[in-house]
């Protein structure tokens, strides 16, 4: 037997012991892989958001505050939206009006509250809203009983292509299911401009009028042209959309940090208990190692190797359970499981890892110090 | 007396302990001849066990002189290196290791040496074989009876080619009939093996199979 295989035997003396010190290093670890995710999904998210479709600049009403998705009440005139095309640098527009309608009948529970995010917009120019293939076919301008969905939205009403959704006491068929990685696009459903401007009596008026670009010019200078020109309206860039959500997640990240040196300090202190514990008991067997000739350096390295199989171990349950857990939470909340698909990066996996390592050399120096510098004769005489 | 060389020199060895208030060595002089079986007799607390932990270079000496298998033990820095090499013991608890068999406790010592995984087993099962526990090696020493136990830790302390086997009180713990058994084991490795064996005993009977038998009183050699 090696030297190896006995330090990995070991921890298996005092299987309850070692199990409950497993569980406090694996409650961190699982909280870590977990949060790790989490996040890293919703990075990734965000950055298909940035990416997704062609308009950089989104034109909102003056005052009307933030990037108001949906509000309703910011309703700027729609003859804008060819005022605004003919501008320098600016290489298309579309006017869109949002609206938070009251969930559909027979949606799911999780959609009760949230309210139903509708479009409305020139289906020629869907994709400056992120979406570029749709699963099935596009509304077609101006009729008053097509709809697509996002593929969040479909799923958590359960509707398919050629199912019909009741909105506004009108039915309308699903003509197509588009899915654009953005999950707040997802989430929600495109008609016709000017059905939704009817339906909802905002004749004329949009909430927003998205601006593509031309490939040579610059996104702040054309911001700066718009609101130059017209004072009455303001502008906001995907760019500093996704600051503010990145604003947030990095927020998460130091959070998960701190939990992550908050495992480190209570894994830790159990790991110390349990190996000082595990030196004590063997007080006798560490004597009888000494007389046969095993060097401070071997004991030391024994007690150290002990406690970061342990955390080791630690670490793989812990990551199991941190994966199974967010996949299952997910896979049993289609509306949350639309809005995130959980990050596998190798890092999230890297510092678990690191972590129950640090915490196995940090909580078994001390014991494995003490075992190598036991006396020999009172490690004997011990009872 | 015959020409042996001496393996084990002590001159005026003293050891306290608890600063000084117990003296457990006052002052020693040994010869012990290579090859000799040296019997330790006396009193509980006469300082039996520590005289044996200062030759096995357990604990180092306060005062005096101490020269074993050629190595000044007063001054040698390593002396895990020291008990490896040269030292076997053999404790009135056999000591074993609860979680690993038989053969894996018998090959515990030759860690320190370069014995490849092949070569500790082949010789741990060697010396098992020749303690009569071949068919045990797989087992656990808590499966095991205190006879038994006491034979691997034999085998344990024979592992590394000892010069020198310190035995204290290895009957101690077991019926006169197993405690025959485990001292004629002893006896015969003693002879087959050339290996000085240095024991302490209580009784008397035991003493009589030794080359020599040695008295220790309160600290001191009285008489042999
Ligand atoms: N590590 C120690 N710490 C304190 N006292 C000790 C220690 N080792 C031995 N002693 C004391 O030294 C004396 C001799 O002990 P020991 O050598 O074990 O005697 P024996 O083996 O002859 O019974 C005893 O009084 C014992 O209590
Ligand atoms: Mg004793």
Redesign the interface.
Known sequence: ???FT?IL??P??NKTRSSLAIVGIAIGITVIVALGMVTGGLKTSTQSTLKAGGAEITVIQAGSGSFGFGSGSSSINDSYVTDIQKLSGVKDTVGILRVISNAPSGSNSSFSGGGFSITGINSSKLSLAGVDSVNGTIFTNGSANEIIMGKTAAQDLNKTVGDTVNLYGKDFTVTGIFETGSFIQDAGAFMSLDTLQNLTNNNNRVSNILVKINDNANITDVSNTIQDTYPELNTTTAAAQAGRINQGLSFIDTATWAISLLAIIIGGVGVINTMIMSVYERT??I??????????R?ILGMILGESIVLTLIAAVVGTVVGIVGVEAILSFSPSVGGVITPSFAPDIFLRAFGVAFLVGIIGGLYPAYRASRL???EA?RYE | MNNKPNIIEIRNLKKSYDKGKIKALNGIDLEIKKGDFVSIMGPSGSGKSTLLNMIGALDRGDEGAIKVAGMDLMRTKNLSNFRSQEIGFVFQMHNLIPNLTVLENVEIPMYETNASSKEMHERALELLKSVDLGDKIGQNPTKLSGGERQRVAIARALVNHPSIILADEPTGALDSKTGDIILNLLKELHQKEHVTLVMVTHEPYVAEMADRIINVLDGKIKSE
């Open positions: 037997m090696s030297y006995l035997k070991n298996f003396r006798r067997e004597g009888v190692l000494k007389a046969v000739g095993w060097k401070d071997r006396a020999p004769t004997l």
